[in-house]
């Protein structure tokens, strides 16, 4: 109740600002197009440091003021601008996601793959604290994974989430009327418990996708029938057991996989890093958000109140106790 009152109190604020404040505005302009900033280097060829961070999702998030893109979108638009500039001969993927929808991460890799054959674009995942499921799948096309040692990764697997309120509506006395053209046209309904038939299906769906991720992992990464084994029971990793198994190729930080990334490239140690900004950001460096934020200030119209919600019913490629990062 008090991150709720919370929240509500820092929306009446963000309006009485934007209301009082008219010409200003703390928040930016999401038509923005991209703008190239360098983070570090000063050669010729190019490195491109493109940030994934938190849940992944086809779906664009309503703010305050504004839609954020959501992470395909802005995957794809920036893989879209590199295209054009041929100077990029590597890609550094920063990830730090506990996962996310099970099309979203497929759409990703998808493009990343797609991007790759167009171009000959070398791609380097560098993982952060969490890169598990979803994260984990977006992290595949690398030629090359780095890992923080305390980075959690794996869960290589598929979970399908559907909030229940069945319970809820019958102690308060609320019932709903269903008329339907097939026995299973309601399947997953929040408003009644499944019929075992309906959990075989599901459970159909669910080892179908995990088949896809699971089938995508053994392809990418070429690891032993005993490391695919164990991976296969969907459970996180340390950073120093991924490697063992490998799940990645090296534990390290983000200077070791800028490194990498020009050594696979062919560039020279002084290559450009460079990200694309809405905004670019002063004192910029590795660690800066992605390419939507527009100033410090912006995090103002991101309330947190989706944090209080449960997903979307559907499926995920998603570690769960991500949910709270």
Known sequence: M?????AFALMVLCLCLAACAPSFSVFGNASTPYKEQTLSGSG??????LSVDGLISEHSKEGLLRTRPSTVEAVAAQLKLARKDKNIKAVLLKVDSPGGTTAASDIIYHELMAYKAETGTKVVVAMMGLAASGGYYISLPADYIVALPTTITGSVGVI???PRVAGLLEKIGVGVDVSKSGANKDMGSPFREPTPEEKQLTEAMVKAQAARFFDLVRERRKIGPEALKL???????TAAQAKE????DAVGYLEDAVAKAASLAGLPADARVVSYRRQP?????????????LDPRAALINLGLDSLLPPHAGLYSLWTPGLEQ
């Open 2 to 6: 008090l991150r709720i009152r919370t």
């Open 44 to 49: 010729s060829g190019k490195i491109l440091l």
């Open 160 to 162: 399908f989430l559907q």
């Open 231 to 237: 991976v296969s029971t969907a459970r996180v990793f």
């Open 245 to 248: 198994l490998g799940l990645i």
């Open 281 to 293: 950001a002063p004192d910029a460096t590795y660690y800066q958000p992605g390419a939507e934020a």
